[in-house]
């Protein structure tokens, strides 16, 4: 069973692109959680998706952030109009029934 | 509001040393407390998940406990090794419906040769 992928595990974009970053959760888990680690800070919660659905959006921004878990495909994390602050290391995780959460390697995303 | 919090922010020890790292936690109403590693560069590594009911757990030359009712967990590590060097991250699941790890900041492992 593979673990938690994201990719692409790096990304550069100038300011005002967009993001867009990918998670396939391991096989069987229903539940996608985005956390984000800006540098030198812990990680933060984003959001807390299941397929289709949005359960816990508290920790995304209020602009320019969205998130989705559509029935086929990986989840999405989508950043419009990147800012250099938006630079960091953006973590997905997955579980079968919203308890034990595994994390994937992360997508490390560098504003110029 | 949870907010977990870990002391030291960094630690050096010498090999061989055993070495605790502290965890505290606001909130006592939690599902689980999780330990993490994370090297540099890296994703998070699950070292020890310990269930609310459950006051420690086990593996290897690592142990953690966990104590609810004074908000704190414990990270022991028996006769570190250089290879333990890493950034030790806890993070709790809060009861209630919210399904979101709140971490902490981390405490900065280095085991010097």
């Known amino acids: 069973n593979a673990g938690v992928m994201q990719n692409p595990r790096h990304l550069v974009r100038r300011r005002g692109q967009e993001a867009r970053l990918r998670c396939s959760p391991m096989k069987g888990h229903s539940h996608v959680y985005w956390y984000r680690q800006l540098p030198e800070e812990g990680l933060k919660f984003m959001v807390y998706?299941?397929?289709?659905?949005?359960?816990?959006e508290s920790g995304m921004p209020k602009e320019r952030f969205s998130a989705e878990f559509p029935k086929e495909g990986p989840s999405i994390l989508r950043i419009q109009q990147v800012v250099r602050g938006d630079s960091a290391a953006y973590f997905c995780?997955?579980?079968?029934?919203?308890?034990?959460?595994?994390f994937g390697p992360g997508t490390r995303l560098t504003v110029l | 509001k949870q907010e977990v919090t870990q002391i030291p922010a960094a630690l050096s020890v010498p090999e061989g040393e055993n070495l605790v790292l502290n965890c505290s936690f606001t909130?006592?109403?939690?599902?689980?407390l999780q330990w993490f590693r994370q090297d540099p560069g890296k994703g998070l590594t699950s070292l020890l998940l310990i269930q609310s009911s459950q006051r420690e757990q086990t593996s290897g030359r690592l142990n953690a406990s966990l104590d609810k009712s004074s908000g704190r967990s414990t990270l022991y590590i028996a006769a570190s090794q250089p290879g333990d060097s890493a950034t030790y991250l806890c993070a709790d699941l809060t009861q209630g419906g919210s399904e979101k790890l709140v971490f902490g900041k981390g405490t900065k492992l280095t085991v010097n040769p």
């Open positions: 998706l299941q397929k289709e659905n949005i359960i816990d």
């Open positions: 995780a997955s579980s079968p029934m919203a308890d034990t959460q595994y």
């Open positions: 909130d006592s109403a939690i599902y689980n």
